[in-house]
């Protein structure tokens, strides 16, 4: 004894097959793309009927792999492919200047960090460094001068000292 409804279902389930084998023909036939999408919606399916059979699955994705037969491919979608390849070798060119642009300038500033932290380079700053250099020779000769100065005021200082403890020794005059 059979069930009607099991009977009529697998009886939709062959049409609606049968219909995606037969878009699947036209398609490989006219040389479109061929994607699971397109499919479904050329043989009137949902995808999800695509996804549910894997046998029907296979073929799509293995019609959509296979390479064109030689004069399939139309003079536009040639030029296209071609232009998109154009335009990928172009970008692949800007990219790659680009990297090494920034790995130039990654170096550079790396270099730079090492060479501060280790001492060797130049500070970053020359001219606060030379003004401040300038500041302290400047104070330096000003307390040159003070020291001479206070040299000679003691060096004064110790002739009158001597002359008073000269003076002192030799005692007063006799009467």
């Given at each position: 004894m059979t069930n009607p409804m099991i009977d009529g279902r697998r009886a939709d389930s062959n049409r609606r097959r049968e219909r995606v084998l037969k878009a699947l023909e036209v398609l490989?036939?006219?040389?479109?793309?061929?994607?699971?999408?397109?499919?479904?919606?050329?043989?009137?399916?949902?995808?999800?009927?695509?996804?549910?059979?894997?046998?029907?699955?296979?073929?799509?994705?293995?019609?959509?792999?296979?390479?064109?037969?030689?004069?399939?491919?139309?003079?536009?979608?040639?030029?296209?492919?071609?232009?998109?390849?154009?335009?990928?070798?172009?970008?692949?060119?800007?990219?790659?200047?680009?990297?090494?642009?920034?790995?130039?300038?990654?170096?550079?500033?790396?270099?730079?960090?090492?060479?501060?932290?280790?001492?060797?380079?130049?500070?970053?700053?020359i001219d606060q460094l030379q003004r401040h250099i300038v500041r302290l020779e400047q104070e330096l000769a000003d307390k040159v001068d003070e020291l001479e100065q206070r040299t000679e005021e003691l060096e004064a200082a110790r002739a009158a000292n001597r002359e008073l403890t000269r003076a002192l020794n030799t005692g007063p005059p006799a009467p």
């Open positions: 490989i036939t006219s040389g479109e793309d061929i994607t699971v999408s397109g499919l479904a919606r050329s043989a009137r399916v949902d995808r999800t009927f695509l996804y549910r059979h894997e046998d029907l699955l296979e073929r799509v994705h293995a019609a959509a792999t296979t390479p064109a037969e030689q004069g399939r491919i139309s003079a536009v979608s040639r030029a296209s492919l071609q232009a998109d390849l154009a335009n990928a070798l172009d970008r692949n060119r800007r990219l790659t200047a680009r990297v090494r642009q920034l790995e130039q300038r990654l170096s550079a500033q790396l270099g730079e960090a090492v060479w501060t932290e280790s001492g060797l380079g130049a500070p970053a700053d």
